[in-house]
């Protein structure tokens, strides 16, 4: 089991029957690969995009999401990577990815994916987490609502506070 | 001042119970230390050598007496007494406990503040000049900027886990009291022909183990373009700042690795993405929060005042603390007033008691409007105060220990915690602060060498800005000793520079011998009215580290 929550229609359900599987082998189906390992394994038709693809791409910290551009119709997941939590680089490549790339499909968070931070990752885009293996998947959902209050923007709220309506009302209540 | 209405109110207090339940899980093992630590960290908790270090947020230096007399009681209740205001206008407490952390940042919530942000390698706390709104030669205030800046930063998703540490400082003056040019963005604010606010953007200065000064990355910036433009900062850099190694992770590192134009190239090509977006500041929003800082209601008031000028001439201790302490303010009839937070050896620089917290809210409600601000000397300043109460505003801050008449003079040290408190320092920073806080005791001799700054570091991290002191200090380990080596001639403000080291380092008990030195070599060669940074430049190093060295093969 991969751990692993996904966000359907808005709600976080806990997924137990998630066929991917991340692996740097490139045996078995449904893999989630790096892009050099992900485009040896393609058929012709899916690197020209006339077909989707069976296998996810893992999207590494040192990779440019651009580079995926070719290919996104052809993707039917693709993964980032968080070698550690502590390297943000993750959310902005989410936010390349929706906000300028404009993909829509499945964008997970894979590696040292946390209950603390996953607030911060839904708020980039991501709307599945694979959570670290090690972890309580219960316990970590909890951390997915965070804060109610986001200043900023975001990839599911582009708008700063100050454009939804801040000045206009002295208070919320 | 900037009020807090519902939403930041709501921001500080679920970010509260949001920390009180990781620290519950930290507690209960649920939360590795390694898991922990960044969460600390970004709501300002320290581990540091003997106990928890809470460094709380004070934006852009601003606060009110109110809120001063909050944090004399977190001195009171959960630390022993005492707080530390730091070079990046922040207050730390040195001795909280864990357990005790979530309500003392209840406390700060009610108070409408918060620590959050304060460490960890994320946007910290947006800082600009303690004379901010009053200082005679502002172009303009500042402080809606920097409050624009500050919630904008505040848990912005994409850029929690930077890097490293992000420092934004703004200045909208003549003279650069904020030290914009040693910070990762420096914004200078000034009005074009037509009077529309415009910004020129500094990048990738800093100080620490590579100190670099600020680069131009772009000119006439409209403030409409101030939250998307640094959001395309941050997007280039945490993307390609480099991550394998802590010391090279700032942005400096990064603009000097791709050179000013490449880097400049990167961020306007991703600017244009972004540009005219929903990140663009509307004036609405603009007005909002400058409303908050609309000036105080004073009086209307002749520039001279009989009484002021009758104790400035029959008063010589006050004539001198006037000197040093009492910037010009933009409105006729009234004066910024600094009071020093280094009496001498007695305290060390920064440290303000509780009993001093509340002396000094004392006197912001009865001589001003009840607002403060900390300076990034470690000083506080009182920024409105009528010519006519000057007088009695100095007696009694002379009675509570905040009147010394030393503002920019060698005895207002600017020095970090250091080895008695920092897990990272390599020496210690009071004692030798102390050290040279007693050697130059007499007024007189100080006043009469005038303008002379001096900064010290307990390590190369810097936090005692010892790089652009007159003459900096920085603690290093050798061999399991501390020693401190000395670098002469750095400067802050629109001169900004870099001290150059002397030579060989010294050990603790040189340090004041060799300070005289200096200043002996100093006092010998300048010529009339030439302060200690001119002498330094026009006649150079050398005469200084042949005074020094040799007077230490006689020793």
Known sequence: MNNLIRLIEGQARIVSDDPWQLHAADQGERLILPLAAWRERQPGEVLEGRAVSADGLLLQVDDEPEALQPFLSSLPLIAIDFPSFRDGRGYSQAYLLRTRLGWRGELRAVGDVLRDQLAHMRQCGFDAFAVRADKSVEDAIKGLEGLSVLYGRSVIEPRPLFRRGRHKEESRS | ?555
């Not at chain 2, 009182?382 to 005895?411: C, E, F, M, Y």
């Not at chain 2, 040189?510 to 330094?536: A, C, K, N």
């Open chain 2, 1 to 555: 001042m900037y009020q807090y209405d519902d939403y930041d109110r709501a921001l500080v207090r679920e970010r509260v119970a949001q920390f009180r339940d990781q620290v519950q899980r930290r507690l209960a093992d649920e939360l590795s230390e390694e898991e922990f630590l960044p969460l600390r960290l970004q709501n300002g908790l320290y581990l540091q050598k003997h106990a928890y270090m809470l460094r709380v947020a004070i934006p852009y230096g601003t606060l009110s007496a109110k809120q001063m007399r909050a944090l004399a009681h977190i001195a009171r209740e959960y630390d022993r007494g005492y707080g530390h205001f730091t070079t990046r206008q922040n207050i730390q407490f040195n001795w909280v406990e864990l357990e005790r952390v979530p309500d003392i940042l209840d406390w700060l919530a009610e108070h409408d503040m918060h620590a959050i942000q304060t460490s960890g390698n994320c946007v910290r706390n947006i800082t600009t000049e303690a004379f901010a709104g009053v200082a005679a030669d502002e172009y303009l205030d500042p402080r809606p900027l920097a409050e624009i800046l500050r919630q904008w930063s505040t848990v912005n998703p994409e850029f929690l886990f930077l890097p490293r540490k992000f420092k934004i400082a703004l200045c909208a003056a003549e003279q650069d009291r904020a030290a914009i040019q040693v910070h990762d963005i420096g914004l200078q604010l000034y009005r074009d022909e037509a009077g529309e606010l415009r910004l020129r953007v500094l990048v990738g200065g800093g100080l620490g183990r590579t100190p670099i000064i600020a680069q131009t990355l772009r000119e006439g910036l409209h403030w409409q373009d101030c939250l998307s433009y640094v959001e395309a900062i941050l997007r280039v850099y945490n993307r390609h700042g480099r991550r394998d190694n802590k010391y090279k992770a700032r942005i400096k590192i990064l603009v000097k690795a791709l050179g000013i134009e490449a880097f400049a190239r990167e961020v306007e090509a991703e600017w244009q993405h972004i540009k005219d977006g929903p990140a663009e500041l509307t004036d609405a929003e603009y007005q909002r929060v400058a409303a908050a800082f609309a000036p105080p209601p004073y009086a209307a008031l002749a520039d001279t005042d009989l009484d002021f000028g009758t104790a400035l001439a029959g008063d010589a201790a006050f004539a001198r603390w006037v000197s040093r302490n009492v910037q010009p303010h933009k409105v006729p009839g009234y004066a910024s007033v600094v009071l020093s937070t280094k009496p001498g050896a007695s305290l060390p620089p920064g440290d303000v008691t509780s009993a001093q917290m509340d002396a000094v809210a004392g006197l912001a409600e009865r001589y001003g409007f009840g607002e403060i601000r900390v300076a990034h000397e470690q000083n506080l300043v009182l920024p409105d105060v009528r010519k006519a109460d000057l007088h009695a505003l100095w007696q009694q801050a002379v009675s509570v220990g905040l009147g010394s008449a030393n503002i920019g003079l060698l005895t207002d040290v600017i020095a970090c915690p250091g080895g008695d408190y920092c897990a990272l320092a390599n020496a210690k920073s009071i004692p030798i602060a102390q050290a040279i806080q007693q050697r130059f005791d007499d007024l007189d001799y100080l006043h009469d060498l005038g303008e002379l700054s001096l900064n010290i570091s307990g390590c190369m991290n810097a936090c005692g800005h010892h790089h652009i002191g007159n003459i900096g200090i920085l603690g290093v380990d050798k061999n399991g000793s501390e020693w401190y080596q000395l670098t002469l001639g750095g400067s802050q403000g629109q001169q900004a520079a870099l001290g150059k080291v002397i030579g060989p380092s010294f050990a603790a008990e040189q340090v004041p011998e060799v300070i005289e030195s200096i200043v002996h070599t100093y006092v010998d060669h300048r010529e009339e009215g030439e302060g200690f940074l001119d002498t330094f430049q026009r006649i150079g190093l050398e005469p200084f580290k042949a005074r020094v060295y040799s007077r230490e093969e006689v020793a």
